[in-house]
């Protein structure tokens, strides 16, 4: 079972300039149409995607919970028409005051699995202990976070926040709290490798890893996959993810078969690794933490 780890629906009237200028450039004029579960649905069939984890998604520091209940909202909403397939993940502003009381009504009356926050977006240090009240409700839920942990590249996000190292002090105080870093803390792979190898709670998503030419796409996922297969000795905590709508699902299946195709099992990323990423890790993952049964 191929599962995505890490996509976004929103309403799309939602979408702030600098994303709508992002997508222009990207020649992905049309994507806020398909900011919808059929769109989602549409290509998770199109690149062979059973079921997928749909992260709610702040766009600014200063956006409060009551603007955030809007695409809370949306999320759920449009996760709930799909039989399943579709895996909700709420956000919040975890500097609000009833920040702890809103994550709990959430989990336990609007049905949310996990919890996403976004460092760089909403610029906070995950280590910042204000946050810990969030962590200890997440970890008595043995509910997992997916943070968004690397650079964007994208102005104005700061990119400071998303530094992987800044997830050691949180691991390290929450050993329980289930943590996927939400694209490997691209490009700071060997801190990513360092913390899935001494932290048995964090995990990683493996969306967006990708160069800017055709020539050299599949480099920066390369050197993701044999610093933590070097490090660690496996990939088995590295889960497959899109980032739909802003990078294309076939088009992170296409390169890791791409991958697989001039793989050996005599390499130190051997086939069956990239064989794991696509079928096993994330489905292993969310049987683990009751994502799907």
């Not at 969030?134 to 530094?163: A, V």
């Not at 296409?254 to 990423?277: C, F, G, P, W």
Request: hydrophobic share 35%; net charge negative; with cysteine.
């Amino acid at each position: 079972m191929l599962i995505d780890m890490h996509t976004h629906l929103w309403p799309s009237e939602k979408t702030p300039d600098y994303l709508r200028d992002y997508f222009k450039n990207q020649e992905k004029e049309n994507k806020c149409c398909q900011l919808t579960y059929e769109g989602l649905l549409n290509s998770m069939d199109r690149a062979g995607i059973e079921k997928a984890v749909v992260l709610a998604l702040s766009f600014s520091p200063d956006w409060a919970n009551e603007e955030l209940g809007d695409i809370n909202k949306y999320v759920i909403q449009q996760t709930k028409k799909t039989e399943g397939r579709l895996i909700p993940f709420c956000t919040i502003n975890p500097f609000e005051r009833n920040s702890v009381d809103y994550l709990r009504k959430m989990i336990e009356i609007d049905g949310f699995f996990g919890l996403k926050l976004h460092c760089n977006i909403q610029q906070f240090y995950p280590n910042d202990d204000r946050l810990y009240p969030i962590y200890t409700l997440m970890q008595q839920y043995n509910k997992p976070i997916l943070f968004h942990s690397g650079g964007i590249g994208i102005r104005p996000i700061k990119d400071r926040f998303g530094q992987p190292i800044h997830f050691d002090d949180v691991a390290c105080d929450f050993p329980e709290l289930p943590m996927i870093l939400g694209h490997a803390g691209r490009i700071w792979y060997h801190e990513t490798a360092m913390l899935l190898r001494k932290h048995k709670n964090v995990f990683a998503d493996i969306s967006t890893n990708f160069g800017r030419t055709e020539k050299f796409r599949n480099y920066p996922m390369e050197q993701l996959l044999h610093q933590v297969k070097g490090w660690t000795g496996t990939v088995d905590k590295l889960l497959f993810g899109s980032d739909y709508p802003f990078y294309s699902q076939s088009g992170t299946v296409e390169a890791l078969e791409e991958m697989l195709q001039t793989r050996s099992d005599h390499e130190l990323v051997a086939a069956t690794d990239i064989k794991n990423i696509f079928t096993a890790n994330s489905q292993v993952f969310c049987k683990q933490y009751n994502l799907i049964k």
